[in-house]
T-cell receptor
Framework: NAGVTQTPKFQVLKTGQSMTLQCAQDMNHEYMSWYRQDPGMGLRLIHYSVGAGITDQGEVPNGYNVSRSTTEDFPLRLLSAAPSQTSVYFC??????????????FGNGTRLTVT | GENVEQHPSTLSVQEGDSAVIKCTYSDSASNYFPWYKQELGKGPQLIIDIRSNVGEKKDQRIAVTLNKTAKHFSLHITETQPEDSAVYFCAASNRNTGGFKTIFGAGTRLFVKA
């Protein structure tokens, strides 16, 4: 089991460029989510998905798009990168038991710099 | 929506001492409170969690307490060791009505001095 795999590990973009951060999990988890981590602000939820074909917004969704065409993959798209999107991005998944919470499994992150 | 506050932001202790990290949450409907440890260059990993029907939970040197009335929960690490040095995050979520969102505190950087 690889768990949650994120690619790339590092990325530098110029303002206005677009890119997709990849996330894949091999645990058959229904729930997947994206967080960004900034100094002093903890982890803030960008978007999440409770299953294939279903996505919803988190705390800080502006500037990001997601889709969930399969259970395994949950890519995060930046359509027009801005310096404010410089951050470390984490993908997380969990086994969603209806009405019960279960812990998140995180990938090792993508460090994104926008110049 | 839910808001989680975490204190202190930095904590330095001597090896063998105890460390306590405190969190408060705002949504009384939150019913699941996990704690994560993040080591340098890695993603957060669950170390312990507690559900709203339990007041305290222990796992070896780590314990978590929950006061639902005051909307407080705390992480206690006893007999700290240098390998406990990391960033710790508390979180709160409510799968029943909260839209499946887990909201995190800002984190506590723990230093354990040998």
């Amino acid at each position: 089991n690889a768990g949650v795999t994120q690619t790339p590990k590092f990325q530098v973009l110029k303002t206005g460029q677009s890119m997709t951060l990849q996330c894949a999990q091999d645990m058959n988890h229904e729930y997947m989510s994206w967080y960004r981590q900034d100094p002093g602000m903890g982890l803030r939820l960008i978007h999440y998905s409770v299953g294939a074909g279903i996505t919803d917004q988190g705390e800080v969704p502006n500037g990001y798009n997601v889709s969930r065409s399969t259970t395994e993959d949950f890519p995060l798209r930046l359509l027009s990168a801005a310096p404010s999107q410089t951050s470390v991005y984490f993908c997380a998944s969990s086994y969603d038991q209806t009405g019960k919470n279960s812990p998140l499994h995180f990938g090792n992150g993508t460090r994104l710099t926008v110049t | 929506g839910e808001n989680v506050e975490q204190h202190p932001s930095t904590l330095s202790v001597q090896e063998g001492d105890s460390a306590v990290i405190k969190c408060t949450y705002s949504d009384s409907a939150s019913n699941y409170f996990p704690w994560y440890k993040q080591e340098l260059g890695k993603g957060p990993q669950l170390i312990i969690d507690i559900r709203s029907n339990v007041g305290e939970k222990k796992d070896q040197r780590i314990a978590v307490t929950l006061n639902k009335t005051a909307k407080h929960f705390s992480l206690h690490i006893t007999e700290t060791q240098p390998e406990d040095s990391a960033v710790y995050f508390c979180a709160a979520s409510n799968r029943n009505t909260g839209g499946f969102k887990t909201i995190f505190g800002a984190g506590t950087r723990l230093f354990v001095k040998a």
